[in-house]
């Protein structure tokens, strides 16, 4: 498996090199268990979107980065060093024993802490952007092991398209789905916090007699042969214990439902975020409208999944 799929760096005019993070969707996002080290493993269908953030690398003496966009605002406060496209770039270099030098800039178009996967994205996004514009020969397996020292989700990111995630998320397995969709992703602009809703998750599950886990799946290609089969056979098992922390995750997906037709309205990763799936972008941009028209201060996104 390699990443001939993912969206491929492009060369800007001035010699900057641009590569696009898209949005990471968990069309399902299953608990199976817990290691010791307190990591809970999980199995997910990753799906990604054609749009999402940019990165813009362009030369400098030292390694410089600068954020922009619809959500640049959010991190203003943020010390630069504590991003992980920075910590992307410092392991990097590194490894390839190459000076860190290099001027980034982010425009940040996800919103944050929303169950998009947008730091994992654009870390995934540095390594692969980084790696041309140093014009490192590194291995899918380095790069792999540079990823998941950043974080569980950035593996899987590195490839941008259909796949199983297992484990915290290093096992990979590519899926082709035999199907298209257009798909339209709500935030009501409210961050959640992933270790609160894991807390939530055990707690929901104590305080109702259910098995602490579920059960792995058997056969992943039967769950997702179609829409209508994704829908009834899988779920966000984070889902519950999210809309206790978070009801307004309820009130995006009440909304959906009632004013779209479509059966698969979920929330992706541990929130915020909800995704609804069409058959085609046209619809997704029409629900999209809708959005819009009820709840102006949410965030909405039309797209269609990047198969």
């Not at 760096?9 to 993070?21: F, K, N, Q």
């Amino acid at each position: 498996m390699g990443f001939d799929k993912r969206p491929k760096p492009e060369l800007g005019p001035d010699g900057s090199i641009y590569v696009r993070a898209p949005a990471k969707i968990n069309l399902f996002l299953h608990v199976t268990g817990r290691r010791d080290d307190g990591y809970h493993t999980l199995e997910s269908l990753f799906v990604y979107t054609k749009r999402g953030d940019l990165l813009r690398i362009k030369p400098a003496d030292c390694l410089e980065l600068s954020v922009s966009g619809p959500f640049a605002h959010v991190l203003e406060d943020t010390d630069p060093s504590k991003n992980l496209v920075f910590a992307a770039a410092h392991k990097l270099a590194a490894f390839a024993g190459v000076d860190c030098r290099a001027d980034i800039e982010l425009e940040k178009n996800l919103p944050i802490a929303s169950g998009l996967g947008g730091g994992s994205a654009d870390a995934a996004a540095a390594l692969v952007g980084l790696s041309r514009f140093w014009n490192l020969d590194i291995s899918v397996d380095d790069l792999l092991s540079i990823a998941l020292e950043l974080g569980a989700d950035v593996p899987a990111c590195l490839y941008s398209e259909s796949l199983m995630a297992r484990g915290i998320g290093e096992k990979i397995t590519p899926l082709t789905l035999p199907w298209d969709a257009g798909v339209v992703i709500v935030n009501p602009n409210v961050a959640v916090s992933t270790p609160m809703i894991f807390k939530g998750f055990r707690e929901y599950r104590e305080k109702r007699n259910l098995p602490p886990f579920d059960i792995a799946l058997r056969d992943v290609r039967a769950v997702t042969t179609d829409i209508n089969a994704l829908n009834l056979l899988t779920s966000n098992s984070l889902q519950d214990a999210a809309c206790t922390i978070c009801p307004e995750i309820m009130e995006v997906t009440r909304f959906i439902k009632q004013n779209s037709q479509t059966d698969f309205v979920r929330m992706t990763g541990s929130g915020a975020s909800v995704v609804a799936l069409y058959h085609n972008k046209e619809a997704a941009n029409a629900v999209a409208s809708r959005v819009r028209e009820h709840a102006p201060h949410w965030w909405v996104m039309a797209d269609e999944i990047a198969s």
